[in-house]
């Protein structure tokens, strides 16, 4: 519909912890974005490196491009899930999509994320992901995540897809993107999983009765 054109997302640029290196390329890769209606929220937890300093010049360089900007920086280590519900809560886009600071983005991923979520009867969706394993290196070319075996996965029940992480994780985290609503009744991310924020959400979405689904 017209309307959806006009919707917000939001993509969280978690830095993490020390990211000083990548984290321009990960902008970069948001800013050259199709879709032009974007907010932008960085959120960095505790960098010891020039992190934050990097974030900032690029945003005072590109805020034009951006429905709205923050960048939140927190005075120590808070854990990656309680890093990513702090970017979350300050979100007024209908859709979210976070990002680490080492992962880019296609330029038409986020129409893609857009445009899944407005015509498809889901809440939440898993794109594919080219893996990548050390940025000394070239970029490996290597099968897309989540491997076609487990893509079946995707197209089952939620109850069927609790079941099966519950035994393990199937999904891919950098390739998710959500209606926020389905992440504000969960309670966004647990910060009692300090290292992962990932795996404990999937099983209260699906446990709440949101399947995923497979975007490819």
């Not at 886009?93 to 899944?116: C, H, P, T, W």
């Not at 089952?156 to 389905?182: E, I, M, T, W």
């Not at 099983?203 to 399947?211: D, N, S």
Request: charged share 30%; hydrophobic share 35%; with cysteine.
């Amino acid at each position: 519909t017209v309307k959806t054109m006009f919707d917000k997302i939001l993509l969280i640029v978690a830095s993490h912890y020390n990211q000083e290196n990548l984290i321009e390329h990960c902008l970069d890769s948001i800013m050259r974005q199709k879709y032009r209606n974007i907010e932008l929220i960085i959120t960095d937890d505790c960098s010891t490196d020039t992190t934050v300093e990097v974030a900032d010049s690029w945003l005072r360089k590109h805020q034009q491009r951006f429905h709205n900007i923050e960048i939140v920086v927190h005075d120590k280590n808070q854990g990656i899930s309680k890093n990513h519900s702090d970017g979350m809560i300050r979100t007024t886009g209908r859709f979210v999509k976070y990002i680490a600071g080492d992962d880019f983005l296609e330029s038409d991923a986020v129409d893609s994320f857009v445009a899944f979520l407005s015509n498809e009867k889901c809440d939440w969706g898993q794109a594919l992901v080219i893996p990548y394993y050390s940025v000394r290196k070239e970029i490996e070319s290597t099968e897309l995540l989540p491997v076609k075996k487990k893509q079946r996965y995707f197209s089952y029940d939620a109850r069927k897809q609790f079941r099966l992480l519950s035994r393990g994780n199937f999904v891919c985290a950098p390739g998710v993107f959500f209606r926020r609503r389905v992440l504000e009744e969960v309670g966004f991310f647990d910060p009692e999983f300090r290292m992962y924020e990932d795996w404990h959400t999937w099983l209260k979405l699906t446990l709440r009765g949101y399947p995923i689904r497979l975007l490819s």
